[in-house]
């Protein structure tokens, strides 16, 4: 059973950055990502990377290429999602989440984390 906590949400201006982090209670070398869910949406993906990220092992959404960066630390067992130039849109509960399976579905994923609250005002 892996446990996954998250943290780094707040509230942010359009423009500005936030990092995201996502603790693993065991060390695993699971897939690791991020999705997010907008109000009245369906939860979507964000980002994922594998144990191997380092040397390119990572996919993005599109709508979220260039502004956004996920990395692990391996040795701390934690993923990070680094959001800049955010932008209203982005306002959503964003949620790690962990597979044995590389995988942008969140049907693919069996461990989840609690979700941190993004909101981008204008």
């Known amino acids: 059973q892996v446990q996954l906590v998250e943290s780094g949400g707040g509230l942010v201006q359009a423009g500005g950055s936030l990092r995201l982090s996502c603790t693993a209670s065991v060390r695993t070398s699971y897939v690791m990502a991020w999705f997010r869910q907008a109000p009245g949406k369906e939860r979507e993906f964000v980002a994922v990377a594998g144990i191997r990220w380092s040397l390119g092992r990572t996919n993005y959404a599109g709508s979220v290429k260039g502004r956004f960066t996920i990395s692990r630390d391996n040795a701390r067992n934690t993923v990070y999602l680094q959001m800049n130039s955010l932008k209203p849109e982005d306002t959503a509960v964003y949620y790690c989440?962990?597979?044995?399976?590389?995988?942008?579905?969140?049907?693919?994923?069996?461990?989840w984390g609690q979700g941190t609250q993004v909101t981008v005002s204008s």
């Open positions: 989440a962990a597979s044995a399976s590389w995988s942008t579905s969140e049907h693919e994923y069996a461990y």
